[in-house]
């Protein structure tokens, strides 16, 4: 149990540590959670399984941080060339800003409006 903690501890740690949304941050998370169960599994053949996840965390999330970032390097410069467009952001449903423009009618545009010029009597 305490070696359980411990590796939530330190996961929440590196998880902090990068920038959110990003491939860094995903490779933070990924990396200590393998590097923890890996290290867990070598900690515990030599009796040491706390300082095993921990370790494994740690060097887990490390590797997986610098992965993340040279993979945003990279994406960072091939979109700076125009290799790679833009996406538009869209929701959990998959639709962006102008599909839901599309959906709306008059009145609830007129409605959307008045709520961000935060004009209450409509």
């Known amino acids: 149990m305490k070696s359980l903690s411990l ?20 490779g933070t998370e990924l990396g200590a959670v393998t590097g923890a169960i890996i290290g867990g599994i070598i900690g515990h053949q030599s009796g040491e399984t706390a300082a095993g ?14 992965a993340g970032a040279s993979k945003d390097r990279t994406e960072d410069r091939r979109y ?11 929701d959990e449903f998959g639709y ?15 409605i959307l409006q008045a709520r961000s010029d935060a004009r209450t009597e409509v």
């Open 7 to 26: 590796f939530f501890i330190v996961s929440l740690y590196l998880a902090g540590c990068s920038a959110p949304g990003t491939h860094e941050r995903r």
């Open 53 to 66: 996840v921990a370790l494994g965390a740690v060097v887990g999330g490390t590797a997986g941080a610098a």
């Open 80 to 90: 700076e060339r125009g290799a790679v467009r833009a996406q538009p952001a869209v």
């Open 96 to 110: 962006n800003m102008a599909d839901y423009f599309e959906l709306m009618t008059v009145d609830e545009m007129e």
